[in-house]
């Protein structure tokens, strides 16, 4: 079984920012012992606290690259019975896609989950709730 990390640099990387991903990574991933470290933006982390302090949790810390969400924008795919769920690294990307889907920003639920988190539940068990989750990378849309 592949490392999270050669899993990731397989599989997720390319999937999420393949303008980012070049042909120098996809050559390192042939070295099973290479790390990758993941290092979050602190105004993300900011934010992040921030919307964790609106939903209860009272913590001064946030480990890991924040990730964020709102139920408002999950997408029924045709002919599927599940959601896609779009997962944004910024906080002001998803409440752009929240005014662009005619949602009011300050009434919706935004959920902050760690990357980490997500990628770490999608590789060890098949049916993760994160399985319909799409990343949606720095300035994307959805």
Same mark, same amino acid.
């Given at each position: 079984?592949?490392? /999270? !990390?050669?899993?990731?640099?397989?599989?997720? @990387?390319?999937?999420?920012?393949?303008? &980012?991903? +070049?042909?120098? *990574?996809?050559?390192?991933? +042939?070295?099973?012992h290479m790390y990758i470290r993941l290092v979050p933006d602190m105004s993300e982390v900011k934010n992040a606290? %921030? =919307?964790? $302090? %609106?939903?209860?949790?009272?913590?001064?810390?946030?480990?890991? *690259?924040?990730?964020?969400?709102?139920?408002?924008?999950?997408?029924?795919?045709?002919?599927?019975?599940?959601? @896609?769920?779009?997962a944004f690294f910024t906080k002001a990307d998803l409440e752009k896609?929240?005014?662009? $889907? %005619?949602?009011?920003?300050?009434?919706? /639920? /935004?959920?902050?989950?760690? @990357? =980490?988190? /997500?990628?770490? =539940?999608? &590789?060890? !068990?098949?049916?993760?709730?994160?399985?319909?989750? *799409?990343?949606?990378?720095?300035?994307?849309?959805?």
């Open positions: 079984m592949p490392s /999270i !990390c050669t899993w990731f640099i397989e599989d997720v @990387l390319p999937s999420v920012a393949p303008d &980012k991903f +070049t042909g120098y *990574v996809r050559d390192a991933v +042939t070295d099973r606290l %921030k =919307e964790r $302090k %609106k939903a209860g949790f009272h913590s001064d810390n946030f480990s890991g *690259v924040p990730v964020f969400q709102s139920d408002a924008l999950n997408t029924k795919v045709d002919g599927s019975s599940s959601n @896609l769920r779009p896609a929240l005014r662009d $889907k %005619k949602r009011d920003t300050d009434s919706e /639920i /935004i959920q902050v989950t760690a @990357l =980490e988190v /997500i990628i770490q =539940e999608m &590789k060890d !068990c098949t049916m993760s709730k994160w399985n319909d989750v *799409v990343l949606v990378p720095p300035g994307g849309k959805f």
